[in-house]
């Protein structure tokens, strides 16, 4: 059964620092380029990072470049999204997504909630 299980959500301060962990299951994590997505209420779904498969590329999105930082470890089958110097604008449902490099299959997390306020 695949799983894919966000978690470290919370609320903190603007100015703050949250990291993000997606733990795997049930595929072969090594295989997948991972990604972080995000929705606002009432805003599209939107990409905040990937990360291919091995960890050797990474991509972000402007909004968070230099703030942000997505990594993986194969090994123990987790996803991270260091989150620093948060903003109110960050405020969202975070997702992790993770996509086959070849098949293109796709598998989605339940969500953890970030939100940024004083």
């Known amino acids: 059964q695949v799983q894919l299980v966000e978690s470290g959500g919370g609320l903190v301060q603007p100015g703050g620092s949250l990291r993000l962990s997606c733990a795997a299951s049930?595929?072969?994590?090594?295989?997948?380029?991972m990604s972080w997505y995000r929705q606002a209420p009432g805003k599209e779904r939107e990409l905040v990072a990937a990360?291919?498969?091995?960890?050797?590329?990474?991509n972000y999105a402007d909004s968070v470049k230099g703030r942000f930082t997505i990594s993986r470890d194969n090994a123990k089958l987790t996803l991270y999204l260091q989150m620093n110097s948060l903003k109110p604008d960050d405020t969202a449902v975070y997702y992790c997504?993770?996509?086959?490099?070849?098949?293109?299959?796709?598998?989605w997390g339940q969500g953890t909630q970030v939100t940024v306020s004083s």
């Open positions: 997504k993770a996509v086959h490099a070849l098949t293109r299959r796709a598998y």
């Open positions: 049930g595929f072969t994590f090594s295989s997948y380029v």
């Open positions: 990360i291919s498969s091995t960890g050797g590329s990474t």
